[in-house]
């Protein structure tokens, strides 16, 4: 894969409350989107049977409603990318976008200091952890909502989040979304 490499950092990791954390985010996930040709696929893993876990389906929503010419967005409240059917999800998307630079979107547990960090990162993710689960890889980049506390019953913890601190999470995700694309779109037109 090319990407655009205008940055050396690897990973970022910001708290949504943080100034301009959407720009900060989008510009990151700008500098690491592949060239022109690439198709770009966002992949929103979660479900919205536990709150906690609802970070995928939510922003998979949000951009859903946004007309992007750069993005094919699968997973949403609607149609919802989880355990259950992540392996044949992603086999579909494979065969349907062979070529693209899949985007995983996902909720994850960590440590009390850490609630409410949005974390943007090349490399796959790896969906289930918290549960135990043996899900298969997901991406070339991801971005994960840290959104509660590991403890030893995760499931009691991802349905005992705060909707509120899980929407708030979605809603910055998709503004990165929207301004990397904004970014992207100006680029394209300065190149002209």
Not at 4 to 28: A, D
Not at 118 to 139: C, E, F, M, N
Not at 163 to 185: D, G, K, P
């Amino acid at each position: 894969m090319k990407f655009m490499r205008q940055t050396h950092k690897t990973r970022l990791s910001l708290n949504y409350k943080e100034p301009f954390v959407y720009q900060k985010i989008g510009l990151f996930i700008f500098e690491w989107m592949p060239y022109q040709s690439e198709e770009i696929v966002i992949v929103c893993i979660g479900s919205d049977r536990a709150t906690g876990d609802a970070l995928g389906p939510l922003t998979g929503s949000m951009l859903i409603k946004h007309k992007h010419s750069k993005y094919s967005v699968y997973g949403t409240l609607e149609e919802p990318i989880h355990a259950l059917n992540l392996k044949q999800q992603i086999k579909q998307i494979k065969k349907q976008h062979p070529n693209a630079f899949i985007i995983a979107i996902d909720a994850c547990l960590g440590r009390a200091s850490s609630v409410g960090h949005i974390t943007a990162s090349i490399g796959a993710l790896k969906p289930g952890l918290a549960l135990k689960k043996d899900l298969p890889k997901v991406g070339d980049f991801h971005v994960t909502g840290i959104v509660n506390v590991n403890t030893p019953i995760d499931f009691l913890a991802l349905q005992n989040t705060r909707l509120f601190l899980v929407m708030e999470q979605a809603e910055t995700i998709a503004r990165a979304f929207n301004y990397a694309e904004y970014l992207h779109s100006n680029h394209k037109k300065a190149k002209q």
